[in-house]
């Protein structure tokens, strides 16, 4: 099978990282070119040695993976341990990671990539706050141009925040870095709650998992098990919503979303809605539609797709 798409991931490992990135690792459609870790769910120490844990759990210790920002460009750090644990990736006991972080700051790794891949050639997928993305633009605006496009999981709009009433966790934590993102006019899919949400790890689907028999199968169902208890308890519904695992999904079938091209803008002056992601879906603005926004998933064929694939693992 041909490859179809290089790509980028930027991740800040969490639970659902884990699994958008063992699912990356198991499509052959996927060269990843490096993962790049950033802080966002937990500290930074602790999503890159998660990011190198995934890579040795999935049989890929040859994975490149770079550690980044460690805090957002402008507000403290706020991250999620009440969702994902004090290690990040509570839920499997697994080994602390033999192969080595690459010695290059993500950020220097992801200008020098996009500089040196054939414009238009690279996809980059950010699973947490955009800070490196951010950081790297700013470092070099020529790399804007060269990226084919980002797929990135965050914001939300009439599904509204997760972590304010307002804001999705991944843009509240650094606005403005997501604010640079959004404005600087790379084609660019987003996967809000407004999907997430209907992507449900229910008690069937994590069986499913477990029924693959392997350590990645056991090791999924362990992580979504821990991971799912926080939102089962806070939205009262059978599972958690699997966030980050839907932008290498759509990368892999795109069919399985729908949505529409639309403005979005990010808050970062009212304290109230900092981070909100303003999705003019109704298109009442005359403003760029800078963003495809998805809204609907084929949940069934999701779940489907990711047993398929991590049981290749
Ligand atoms: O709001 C959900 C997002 O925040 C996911 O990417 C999760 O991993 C956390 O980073
Ligand atoms: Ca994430």
Redesign the pocket.
């Given at each position: 099978m041909p490859t179809s798409h290089k790509i980028i991931i930027d991740t800040?490992p969490?639970q659902?990282?884990a699994v958008a990135i063992l699912l990356a690792l198991a499509s052959p459609e996927i060269e990843v070119l490096g993962i790049t870790a950033v802080a966002?769910?937990v500290p930074l120490a602790l999503t890159e040695k998660n990011a190198r844990k995934i890579c040795e759990l999935a049989g890929k210790p040859q994975t490149r993976v770079f550690a980044g920002a460690i805090r957002p460009l402008v507000r403290p750090l706020v991250t999620?341990e009440e969702v994902h644990g004090k290690t990040g990736l509570n839920g499997p006991e697994l080994p602390e990671p033999t192969m080595q972080l690459v010695d290059e700051h993500a950020v220097d790794f992801i200008v020098r990539t996009l500089m040196a891949e054939a414009p238009g050639t690279v996809t980059l997928c950010p699973?947490?706050p955009l800070t490196n993305i951010a950081l790297a633009m700013i470092r070099e605006p020529r790399i804007a141009p060269r990226i084919k496009r980002i797929v990135l999981?965050?914001g939300g709009f009439f599904e509204g925040g997760?972590?304010t009433p307002a804001a999705?966790?991944?843009i509240y934590v650094d606005p403005h870095a997501a604010d640079v993102v959004f404005t600087s006019g790379v084609p660019t899919v987003v996967m809000p709650?407004d999907v997430?949400h209907k992507a449900l790890t229910t008690a069937k689907r994590i069986a499913a998992f477990r029924a693959l028999g392997t350590r990645v199968g056991t090791a999924t169902a362990e992580m979504l098990e821990f991971f799912e208890r926080f939102d089962e308890g806070k939205y009262g519904t059978d599972g958690g919503p699997l966030?980050?695992p839907c932008v290498i999904a759509y990368l892999l079938k795109p069919e399985l979303f729908k949505g529409r091209e639309c403005n979005v803008m990010v808050e970062t002056a009212s304290e109230l809605t900092m981070g909100m992601t303003v999705v003019d879906w109704w298109g009442v603005t005359k403003r760029p539609k800078n963003a495809l926004v998805m809204r609907d998933i084929d949940h069934d064929g999701f779940f489907a797709l990711l047993v398929e694939r991590l049981g290749k693992l």
């Amino acid at each position: 099978m041909p490859t179809s798409h290089k790509i980028i991931i930027d991740t800040d490992p969490g639970q659902d990282d884990a699994v958008a990135i063992l699912l990356a690792l198991a499509s052959p459609e996927i060269e990843v070119l490096g993962i790049t870790a950033v802080a966002g769910n937990v500290p930074l120490a602790l999503t890159e040695k998660n990011a190198r844990k995934i890579c040795e759990l999935a049989g890929k210790p040859q994975t490149r993976v770079f550690a980044g920002a460690i805090r957002p460009l402008v507000r403290p750090l706020v991250t999620a341990e009440e969702v994902h644990g004090k290690t990040g990736l509570n839920g499997p006991e697994l080994p602390e990671p033999t192969m080595q972080l690459v010695d290059e700051h993500a950020v220097d790794f992801i200008v020098r990539t996009l500089m040196a891949e054939a414009p238009g050639t690279v996809t980059l997928c950010p699973l947490g706050p955009l800070t490196n993305i951010a950081l790297a633009m700013i470092r070099e605006p020529r790399i804007a141009p060269r990226i084919k496009r980002i797929v990135l999981m965050g914001g939300g709009f009439f599904e509204g925040g997760n972590v304010t009433p307002a804001a999705e966790f991944n843009i509240y934590v650094d606005p403005h870095a997501a604010d640079v993102v959004f404005t600087s006019g790379v084609p660019t899919v987003v996967m809000p709650l407004d999907v997430t949400h209907k992507a449900l790890t229910t008690a069937k689907r994590i069986a499913a998992f477990r029924a693959l028999g392997t350590r990645v199968g056991t090791a999924t169902a362990e992580m979504l098990e821990f991971f799912e208890r926080f939102d089962e308890g806070k939205y009262g519904t059978d599972g958690g919503p699997l966030h980050d695992p839907c932008v290498i999904a759509y990368l892999l079938k795109p069919e399985l979303f729908k949505g529409r091209e639309c403005n979005v803008m990010v808050e970062t002056a009212s304290e109230l809605t900092m981070g909100m992601t303003v999705v003019d879906w109704w298109g009442v603005t005359k403003r760029p539609k800078n963003a495809l926004v998805m809204r609907d998933i084929d949940h069934d064929g999701f779940f489907a797709l990711l047993v398929e694939r991590l049981g290749k693992l």
